[in-house]
């Protein structure tokens, strides 16, 4: 369930009197991508999915109010896949890969099977009369890597074969900058940080009647505090070490 910016503006409202609303909002949400960006604490598991034979880009699947801005993980069968940056992936695969191998899979199939419901509604599934030509896997195999080329797709290098493959991935979250709202149980831990962020911006704001260099500096200083320990937080999690006391005998 989500929870909506305007929810935290009171906050922030009495402290900047006079500010416009619209004002006070967009603040809000900017400081809400700022401290998202630096936590981290946003985390979302995407639903598992399976891949399509010779198809290695895909787009996020993620809620339509985010943007995916750090991945932690991805697993393919069970398998972990080595996350690369766009640079170490085209030094790893320079040929890339091409969608279906570089062929036309509908100049490949049988045309008498174009217009039925078999072959236009259940492409994949079992009783279907499609048979996935040979070609537009022949330069395919197990996927290894993954890259991300723009901020709404990935990429799986090599090419996927026509191997069942299930994927499982794990991602930092950052609202858009048309949201109006985020997710709410991590609003709600992320509330005070995002409160400083916004005053330490609206403060410095020049020629406006609520104009406080001094407080603009004091919320910088509570803001990365508090990121900072958020971040910590969330790469902790809810474990906590124990203490171990060793005997260390003289030698």
């Known amino acids: ?13 009495t402290a900047v009197q006079g500010c416009p609303y619209p004002t006070i909002l ?25 891949l399509v034979p010779g198809v290695h880009e895909y787009y996020y699947n993620k809620p339509a109010n985010a943007d995916v801005h750090a991945v932690f993980g991805v697993v393919i069968n069970d398998r972990p896949l080595e996350i690369l940056t766009l640079d170490q992936a085209i030094a790893a695969y320079p040929e890339w890969a091409d969608l279906y191998s570089g062929n036309d899979p509908w100049a490949l199939t049988d045309q008498t099977l174009v217009g039925q419901s078999e072959y236009n509604e259940d492409l994949y599934n079992p009783g279907s009369l499609y048979q996935m030509p040979p070609e537009i896997v022949e330069k395919a195999s197990t996927p290894q890597t993954f890259t991300q080329v723009t901020p709404n797709k990935f990429i799986l290098l090599p090419l996927p074969d026509d191997v069942p493959y299930t994927v499982r991935m794990w991602v930092a979250l950052k609202p858009k900058r048309t ?36 407080l603009s500096a004091y919320h910088a200083k509570q803001y990365l505090f508090h990121v900072t320990e958020r971040r ?10 124990t203490m171990v006391a060793r005997y260390q005998p003289f030698i």
């Open 1 to 13: 369930m989500d929870r909506t910016f305007a929810s935290v503006v009171n906050r922030v409202q």
């Open 26 to 50: 967009q603040y809000v949400r900017d400081a809400a991508i700022r401290t998202c960006e630096r936590s981290l604490a946003w985390r979302y598991e995407v639903p598992k999915f399976s």
């Open 179 to 214: 949201a109006t709202g985020m997710e709410e149980t991590a609003l709600d831990d992320l509330e005070d940080t995002i409160v400083h962020s916004a005053l330490q911006y609206l403060y410095a704001l020049p020629n406006t009647a609520w104009h406080e260099k001094e």
């Open 232 to 241: 910590a937080r969330a790469n902790l999690g809810n474990a906590r070490g």
